[in-house]
């Protein structure tokens, strides 16, 4: 069993930053997949960005050269770095991940709202 534990969503004004932490609280080594999806109200999950065991990363269209995602096996911690906000970067950001044996976590989310 995996836990997940979102912090660092906020208010920012259009054009600012925000770092989004994920804990695990399994060693990522256990973990292959993280991700990041969000969820803006009234529509679908969306995938965000993920990085896997190996450091490789893979971003959506959307937010390629604005976020960063990171993780630190040392802290069993993933991070989404997100700069250049736009308004419709508001959403619920969620931390996924995939254990080295198939099964999938859901943290409960992080709120970003970006004004405009």
């Known amino acids: 069993q995996v836990q997940l534990v979102e912090s660092g969503g906020g208010l920012v004004q259009a054009g600012g930053s925000l770092r989004l932490s994920c804990a695990a609280s399994?060693?990522?080594?256990?973990?292959?997949?993280m991700a990041w999806y969000r969820q803006a109200p009234g529509k679908q999950r969306d995938f965000v960005a993920l990085v896997t065991n190996a450091g490789n990363t893979n971003y959506a269209n959307s937010v390629k050269g604005r976020f960063t995602i990171s993780r630190d096996n040392a802290k069993n911690t993933v991070y989404l770095q997100m700069n250049s906000l736009k308004p419709e970067d508001t959403a619920l950001y969620y931390c996924?991940?995939?254990?080295?044996?198939?099964?999938?976590?859901w943290g409960q989310g992080t709120q970003v709202t970006v004004s405009s």
């Open positions: 996924f991940a995939v254990s080295s044996s198939g099964n999938n976590y």
């Open positions: 399994a060693s990522v080594f256990s973990i292959g997949v």
